[in-house]
């Protein structure tokens, strides 16, 4: 149980984020990708709102990802999973960490091939409930090729991560500016957030 909180839990006290290569079966990564992938088909994904000074066509220049939120309600046994596995990861976290989180939000993102998200940080004024991002990678067999890094601005420097199958990226909300660069193919995720409210 703990290996697999520490990498993620350690790394940002360590460097300012954790990571870890195989957090979810490659069976549950497998189930989601389709699941998002059939959002995709049925127009089930649309563009999101950053703020309400922003119009479609300025969000479109700040970041050109389609999501769809999951519902903690929907019986989906792959999204019933999915959460049931961050439940025990926050549980982990409020315990050896007296974190405080009582509420998260997720949602599937998909990054056409091109589409990016511009630097920014995951809190907003809106939301300053949000205290950890974590982001889970959807793709299957990615190469370093295709681009499509997060990449994150730490204190020591910048970082780029490869969004491979199944790895899972974990830091602040309010601390860790960080980018979505484009990639020359479709990108998928699920992105959410641990919050305090
Ligand atoms: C976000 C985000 C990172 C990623 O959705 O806010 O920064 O790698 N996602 O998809
Ligand atoms: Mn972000």
């Excluded at 909180?5 to 790394?11: M, R, V």
């Excluded at 220049?61 to 929907?74: A, M, P, Q, T």
């Excluded at 050896?96 to 091939?113: K, R, V």
């Excluded at 420097?157 to 979505?180: A, T």
Aim: net charge negative.
């Amino acid at each position: 149980m703990e290996e697999k909180y520490e990498p993620l839990i350690q790394g940002i006290l360590d460097h300012g984020y954790g990571t870890a290569p195989l957090f979810f079966d490659e069976s549950l990564i497998k189930g989601l990708r389709e699941n998002l992938l059939r959002k995709r088909s049925e127009g089930m994904m649309h563009p999101a709102a950053i703020g309400k000074r922003f119009t479609f066509q300025k969000n479109l220049k700040v970041r050109g990802d389609l999501i769809s939120w999951i519902d903690e309600h929907n019986p989906d046994p792959l999204e019933q999973q999915f959460l049931g596995a961050i439940d025990a990861f926050v549980q982990y976290l409020n315990r050896t960490c007296y974190t405080g989180i009582n509420g998260y939000e997720f949602h599937y993102a998909f990054y056409e091939e091109g589409s990016f998200y511009r630097r920014h940080l995951d809190q907003f004024q809106q939301d300053r409930g949000r205290k950890f991002s974590v982001v889970t990678y959807l793709n299957d067999d990615w190469k370093p090729e295709a681009g499509g890094e997060l990449v994150l601005y730490l204190d020591g420097g910048e970082q780029s991560i490869c969004p491979e199958g199944g790895r899972v990226v974990f830091f602040k909300s309010d601390e860790i500016e960080h980018e979505v660069k484009a990639a020359r193919r479709d990108r998928l995720s699920i992105a959410g957030w641990l919050k305090a409210v």
